[in-house]
């Protein structure tokens, strides 16, 4: 074989149900796994420098019959069907995406919260600062599709500990009955979304935030509808529509000074209405 086509790394993946690690998800499934390299890569090439890794592949439910007049999309007495490669690599991608549009916005926050706090004088102590990342993460694709046992995965870095759902991603609000120490991260992470909003001008933030030990993993971006097509199934675009309504500012969001997005709310709606009244005189006169 030339080097050319020479696999960078073996993949094993223990896929049988009892190796699994934790219950299926809403679209992916999680299983132990380890990789060998083929050959030594620079270490700014080899993101997977962790420990232990663990490997996702996705998933869908056949629609049950009699589903659609309850109004379940889907049931789990359906079972867990996988699909065809190339399909795989399509739903991978966005997930893939996902992990990197909240790096990249996880990092935003961070850049905004480190500016003001060398600003900030200091008698003015900050809040705890929780520092968080996202998970490394790449995606595995098999050199040979045609081989049935072959598929795309999402590998990722182990995460240890007890994981924990801070926010939900139909949702700008921490969880309830989440732990101090919990609720602290997630309230954070609700100013976080107002910080990507915010900077945004509206058009995106991340949610579903989940994880353990300052990693989170499975992170949604939500968006408009017009770029929901680029990231995944959980992106609810109704919740970027009502994030004003949604969003309760807390007390990072009053150190930090970011705009009151109540305030904007209301002022949107009264120029709506104000607009909707100048027309309406132009209309009778």
Known sequence: MSKVNRPL????????????????GSFKTCHPASYDLTEALPAEENILQVEAIVAKRC????TVQG????????????????????DELMKMLDEANCLYWATSLLALVYNFVDDKLIRRPLDCPPPAIPRLRVVHAALAIPQDSRELRNAVYLLEEKINGNFVKYINNNSAAPRHKLAPPELEIATFLCFAQHTQYHFSQGLVFISDFQGSGGILTDCQVITTKDFADNFGEGNWTATLDNFPLLHKCNQYCVYFGLPSLQTASSATKMRTSQEIDIMSSRVRG
């Open 9 to 24: 790394v073996t993949l094993t993946v223990d896929c049988s149900s009892k190796a699994m690690l934790g219950p299926a």
């Open 59 to 62: 998933f869908y439910r056949e």
């Open 67 to 86: 589903a659609e007049k309850s109004g379940t999309p889907s049931s789990p007495s359906g079972g867990r069907k996988r699909l065809a490669i190339k």
